[in-house]
C-alpha cells in the first residue's frame, strides 16, 4: 500500500472514532429553560439557587452565568408533574397548612 494511502485511511479512521463516542446533553441557557418552559427566567434561576433544577455554573467576571442539561431538565418537568421529588433529594415536610397559628383564648 502506497504511504500517502495508509497515512489517509489512518486520518479517516481517526476522524471516524470521534463519531464512535456519544456527544455530551446539550447545555440550555436560563433564557432557553424559560421560553421551553413557559415562565419567567427569574424562576429558572430560583430553582438552580434553591437547588431545585440541577445547573452548571459559569463564573465570568462578577457575574454567574447557569446552564441546565437537557435531560436535568426533562427529569426535573417529569419529577414535578408526578409529584415526585427530585433525584437525591426528599419531599419537603408538610406541617397542617400554610401557617402553624397556636389556639388562643379571648
Do not use: C, H
Not at 500500500?1 to 440550555?28: H, I, K, S, W
Not at 421529588?85 to 397542617?96: L, Q, V
Amino acid at each position: 500500500m502506497e504511504p500517502e494511502l495508509a497515512q489517509r485511511l489512518t486520518a479517516l479512521d481517526d476522524a471516524l472514532a470521534l463519531l464512535r463516542f456519544p456527544l455530551p446533553p446539550p447545555l440550555l441557557s436560563t433564557s432557553t429553560v424559560a421560553k421551553l418552559v413557559g415562565i419567567g427566567e427569574a424562576t429558572v434561576r430560583r430553582w438552580i439557587v434553591a437547588g431545585d433544577l440541577p445547573a452548571v455554573r459559569f463564573d465570568i467576571g462578577s457575574r454567574a452565568y447557569y446552564r441546565v442539561r437537557q435531560t436535568d431538565l426533562d427529569a426535573f418537568l417529569e419529577a414535578r408533574k408526578t409529584g415526585r421529588p427530585i433525584a437525591n433529594e426528599k419531599a419537603p415536610e408538610r406541617t397542617g397548612g400554610f401557617l402553624d397559628i397556636p389556639d388562643i383564648e379571648l
